[in-house]
């Protein structure tokens, strides 16, 4: 567990917590206290969708993207199909495609390895996309609308 910075992290992200999905609704940050557990650490307000739960950025996990977290958040998947504009680099590296539909001319295309061990954001250079926190941030950065499960 343990492997987030507080700075990739907002309100609204999910992650793992104790072997659930959570979502973030609280960050509070370290401050002196007289109990050693949750001194000088980041606690997380985390909601489980019936209550909510206090835990230390510590004790959760990233949830790493895949096809279901694909299709939760209503992504197309598209099967990468020779030729195309894209096929050179595409079909060397084995990438398919996720695409959020948003409207009239307007969609997110990720070029996603065939075992997502690789996603990134189309027409752009970014770091790899490997968690749905990771996903959720940037749809949010580039709409300013949250991604709908």
């Known amino acids: 567990m343990g492997d987030l910075n507080i700075e990739e992290l907002r309100i ?7 072997g659930i999905v959570v979502s973030v609704y609280g ?4 401050s002196p206290n007289a ?4 001194n000088d650490v980041w606690i997380l307000e985390l909601f489980d969708g019936a209550s909510t739960i206090t835990a230390r950025l510590e004790d959760i996990s990233p949830i ?3 096809m279901e977290w694909l299709k939760r958040f209503s992504f197309d998947f ?3 199909i020779p030729p195309s504009q894209h096929c050179g680099v595409d079909m060397l590296y084995g ?3 996720g ?3 948003l409207g009239q001319k307007s ?6 390895k065939d075992d997502f061990s690789k996603v990134k954001l189309e027409g752009f250079h970014v770091s790899d996309l490997k968690h749905v926190h990771d996903i959720q941030n940037l749809v949010y950065s580039l709409t300013k609308k949250e991604v709908k499960l």
């Open 27 to 30: 960050i509070i940050p370290p």
């Open 95 to 97: 990438y398919d495609y």
């Open 99 to 101: 695409i959020l539909r």
């Open 12 to 18: 609204g992200n999910y992650v793992m917590y104790n």
């Open 78 to 80: 598209a099967k990468f």
């Open 107 to 112: 969609d997110i295309i990720l070029r996603i």
């Open 35 to 38: 109990d050693d557990y949750w």
């Open 64 to 66: 790493d993207f895949d």
